[in-house]
């Protein structure tokens, strides 16, 4: 893809983070660059007072910084503002913040040389990545400590890693430069500043989440049909005249989904005119409505994002006509409610996942399946701890949901006096991401045993069958109790697989 300065698509996000495409920045740009750049230029010939080119910053803004001082002014802000903590952000995060930060810097409003963005695109090309810790920020004026440790690197300080190296703390910048025959940069006056003020951080951790729990949504849709069936559950709550008497959008996919996913079901058919198939349990008759509220939430973080993807966050700005202005735009708030609300809802798909996954394992409810869907209760214990797993992670999303956006907090000496946090919403996201992928794993693991229970009364239908098998290239019927940590961990990490092969069967789904 070609970095312009333009708005990026999420897409293209997603790709060059996750190492699928890569990035080269636009012979345009420069030209777009140099109107900005010209006036801070000016500014300094002229000793004009301009906020973090001839001043101080946060507090320190009414302090006056000298000509000779401002390229050692800009260094010492990276410097002092590096002062992350925590475990290093890992690769596909720092692979997408190269590129954002390039982006926002190349749109032409920040006063910079073009040799900061083409640098950025350059690390990322290479594959040399910026150690950067993953705790630190409040998430106003962007996530600086963040952005700071990624801008290290470009003047030889801080450390860099290769892309897929175990140790995630990586070497001196200065030896791995040498090495790639990259020379240090000097930092001009504002390049320093507008390197750090920014939301980027925030946007690539919920670009990440977005682009996962999309694929999460079919995932539940796939694993509830999976359990309608084992459960000898009936299709008829999905039926669309009763859908559209509450036309809630995800509501309507989701349903829609599931209709397509229990089509042609033996095993639903077996059953349909059967006494106990008037109403399910919420945790099936309820999933259109819980999994649709879910995508609803996506879809309006995905418009967050969406529109932060052409935002310019930086500060001050240069706007067209010339003139120095300072903003508010690194204000992460609407990247916090989003990321807050987006982990809220994903809870949910785990939530009610535990809750069918129960079901089939309880004897009193899973409509004469064996106790855990072991075949010899009692001598084996089957999945009765995979599900206290699930319950595990369930737990831990309800302390995760709580929201990080409606609390604040003062820095900088009371300049900097109501904070977003964001970027504590999208780390408890993505942790929140990966607790409801494994609980997905557990009903679909789940599932596929008690299928292969269901198979001698009849056969599941083509979308079920084609999950199933896919299960089952990898994860053989439990018979005998082995460790369940490892079937676990091989369904999540062919889910993607999972919507695939189903897709195959029977179509796209919403």
Known sequence: ???????????????????????????????????????????????????????????????????????????????????????PLPDDVVRGLLLLRARTLAAGYSGVRVDLPRRLLELLERDLLPVIPGKGSVGASGDLAQLAHLAQP???????????????????????????????????????????????????????????IGLLVKVADIACAMSVEALLGTDRT????????????????????????????????SHRSSDHAVQDSYCLRCAPQVHGAVRDVLAHA??????????????????????????????????????????????????????????????????????????????????????????????????????????????????????SMGWTSVRKLREVVANVRAVLAVEILAAAQALDFRLPLAAPGPASKAAHDRVRAEVAPMDVDREVAGQIAAVDGMLADVVAVVEDAVGALD
Do not use: W
């Open 238 to 269: 999905y039926d669309e005249r009763v859908q559209v008497i509450r036309p809630h959008p995800g509501q309507l996919a989701s349903a829609g989904n599931l209709r397509r996913l229990l089509a042609d079901s033996a095993l639903v058919a």
């Open 154 to 212: 470009l003047v030889g300080e801080g450390r860099l890693r290769r892309a897929g190296d175990r140790d995630l703390h990586g070497q001196p910048s200065a030896d791995v430069l040498d090495e790639a025959g990259l020379e240090p940069l000097t930092l001009a006056a504002k390049e320093g500043l507008s390197l750090i003020n920014g939301t980027e951080p925030m946007q690539v951790v919920l670009a990440l989440a977005i682009d996962d």
């Open 1 to 87: 893809m070609t970095v312009t300065g333009e708005a990026l698509a999420l897409e293209d996000l997603v790709a060059v983070a996750h190492g699928r495409a890569r990035a080269e920045l636009a012979d345009s740009v420069e030209a777009r660059m140099a109107p900005s750049r010209q006036v801070v230029t000016d500014a300094v010939e002229k000793d004009k007072v301009m906020y973090g080119v001839t001043t101080g910053f946060g507090a320190l803004a009414d302090t006056h910084v000298g000509r000779a001082d401002l390229e050692r002014m800009q260094l010492a802000l990276l410097r002092s503002h590096s002062a992350g903590v925590g475990d």
């Open 302 to 419: 995905r418009r967050v994002l969406d529109i932060e993807l052409g935002s310019i966050v930086d500060n001050p700005v240069i706007v067209p006509d010339g003139e120095v202005m300072s903003t508010g735009n690194f204000h992460g708030e609407p990247l916090a409610f989003a990321g807050d609300m987006l982990a809220i809802a994903a809870c949910e798909l785990a939530s009610i996942a535990e809750r069918r996954t129960d079901r089939m394992l309880d004897p009193a409810f899973s409509r004469d399946l064996p106790a855990f869907l072991a075949r010899e209760p009692g001598t084996n214990s089957g999945f009765m701890i995979a599900q206290y797993t699930a319950a595990s992670l369930v737990s831990e999303n309800k302390v995760l949901a709580h929201p990080s956006s409606v609390d604040t907090i003062p820095t900088s000496g009371n300049q900097e006096d109501h904070v």
